[in-house]
């Protein structure tokens, strides 16, 4: 931390002021101050002037000063020569809930796409959350026009002061998630919007109702003929339904994708370990695609691995699931494809839904048992070391487990899949888990043994949100497809599975009573 800075703060902290808006506000007094000071600097040794300069310049945009002039003084003398964006940037790191602040390496990344492009309308949103390195990118690209939106105040006011030299760049306080910049086109727009909230004032019907989706749709929007779009956007985007599809279709119909790439787990953390990729989307017609990876290496984002698909291929799918696009190489997966088996989607074949949420400090002794991911082992269920709760069974029954249900893990490092037998008491899944409540024509076993197989869990990682730490939606699990028999062929591959699996565990268990005897008898020879 910069010396300067850290003095201010530990100034401020003994004023009992300690937030990031409270921080921000008094570092946003002090430099506005300054700024309509003007060649005015000798009111800079006069408390009395200064304070009451300070109160009328600035009260009408920040609010009421609480404190005394005094205390102003002090933040005056502490924070006059500090860095503003340096200063906020400290505030927001390690920041856990608040606002998403991308990494220099990212910003680098998009500046020298911009220099290779050379657009000259350029438009960023959200610019509060790209301060490292904005100041470079904008200065890079001289010869172009910045527009910068932000729907926050104090984040309007950082920006206006931080970027009040510099002609060509103008600050717009707007949000992203409505009707915006109303006949306004660019060359090119960076985005990085907000992930998975509702907004509640949209001005108009979008195509999904999160915040990501519409702000695609949004940007899409402000594009020119020969515009290009970066964006970084959560993996719900490729494969989810709930308007998400409808997307996908406007995007295809309406414009092209130039190339997808899967960021670094890294990336946001620590406000965010979501899965996050930044597609490049253009107005302009591509023959081909291109997917891949990027990672980090000495401070520096690089492509790890690209493939070019035609565009007419990628067309053909459904969604747009990278993982599976990546694994076009894979037998299993090219095998999957390419088989004349019919498939249906789960959603069409079972019910599905997550369990119950139930907070670890609320299991206590009680009636109702709670299937949890470290029940399930080895493809089996353990019945008989469960948490329980007490809880009213009418509050219950929408989660209590039936025979013949597949659980799958959803949260957690491994996928783990079983099926429920009926027990002698209730047993409720947990909120860690997905019910696949198979209908009449399909069978809970066979929906396992298709989980288990290679491309049944390659289907499965294909919809992970997160990105170290699994993060499965059932509703997107309700979106996968899996092979499609008769009740007659799954019951003989599933009398198969279970006669070699009984047959697998007896032979382990044999082997290992073998190797404890064997053991023993040698450590009794050296008694």
Not at 121 to 140: M, P, R, Y
Not at 182 to 200: A, N, T, V, W
Request: aromatic share 10%.
């Amino acid at each position: 931390m910069n010396a300067n800075i850290d003095l201010a703060l530990n100034m401020l902290y003994q004023r009992q002021i300690s937030s990031r808006e409270q921080l921000l506000n008094e570092i946003l007094r002090v430099k506005m101050t300054l700024k309509k000071l003007n060649d005015n600097l000798t009111m800079i040794n006069d408390k009395a002037k200064l304070f009451q300069f300070m109160k009328k310049a600035t009260e009408d945009e920040l609010g009421f000063f609480s404190a005394d002039r005094d205390d102003f003084s002090r933040s005056f003398d502490a924070l006059q020569d500090l860095d503003l964006i340096d200063f906020t940037l400290e505030i927001f790191k390690n920041d856990r809930m608040g606002t998403v602040i991308s990494p220099v390496y990212l910003t680098n990344y998009i500046t020298e796409k911009i220099q290779t492009l050379q657009p000259h309308k350029i438009l960023i949103t959200e610019a509060e959350k790209h301060l490292s390195g904005l100041k470079t990118l904008i200065k890079d690209s001289s010869g172009s026009e910045f527009t910068l939106t932000t729907q926050l105040k104090q984040m309007y006011w950082l920006l206006k002061l931080s970027f009040s030299e510099y002609q060509n760049v103008r600050i717009i306080f707007e949000s992203i998630y409505t009707d915006c910049l109303l006949e306004q086109q660019f060359d090119y727009i960076y985005s990085l919007p907000s992930f998975g909230f509702k907004p509640d004032e949209l001005g108009r019907k979008f195509l999904t109702r999160d915040s990501d989706g519409i702000a695609i749709e949004n940007m899409l929007s402000h594009l020119n003929d020969n515009g290009t779009l970066d964006i970084i956007i959560p993996a719900k985007i490729t494969f989810s339904s709930m308007g998400y599809e409808k997307l996908r279709s406007y995007i295809t119909e309406n414009f092209s994708v130039k190339s997808i790439y899967i960021l670094p787990e890294e990336t946001f953390k620590p406000t965010t370990s979501i899965k996050t990729y930044l597609f490049t989307i253009t107005a302009k017609p591509q023959l081909n695609i291109e997917i891949g990876a990027l990672e980090l290496k000495e401070d520096v984002f690089k492509v790890s691995y690209n493939k070019l698909i035609p565009t007419q291929e990628f067309l053909c799918h459904e969604d747009w699931r990278i993982e599976l696009l990546l694994s076009d190489d894979d037998e299993n997966i090219q095998r999957f494809k390419k088989s004349n088996l019919e498939k249906v989607k789960l959603k069409d074949i079972a019910e599905v839904f997550r369990g119950k949420s139930i907070l670890k400090k609320n299991t206590a002794l009680g009636s109702i048992s709670v299937l949890n991911i470290s029940n399930i082992d080895n493809g089996e269920i353990d019945y008989s070391d469960m948490d329980t709760i007490g809880e009213e069974e009418r509050k219950i029954k929408r989660y209590e487990l039936q025979e013949g249900d597949v659980v799958l893990s959803c949260r957690g490092t491994a996928i783990r899949s079983a099926v429920f037998q009926q027990q002698n008491k209730t047993i409720i899944a947990s909120a860690n888990l997905i019910v696949i409540r198979p209908k009449e024509r399909v069978k809970g076993e066979y929906i396992k043994i298709f989980f288990e197989s290679p491309i049944g869990m390659s289907m499965i990682n294909s919809f992970q949100r997160g990105t170290s730490i699994m993060n499965i939606n059932h509703s997107d699990i309700m979106e996968m497809e899996i092979p499609f028999v008769s009740i007659s062929e799954q019951q003989e591959m599933i009398d198969k599975y279970n006669d070699e699996w009984t047959v697998y565990k007896k032979a382990i268990s044999e082997a290992e009573n073998k190797w404890e005897n064997i053991k023993h008898s040698l450590y009794n020879k050296l008694i």
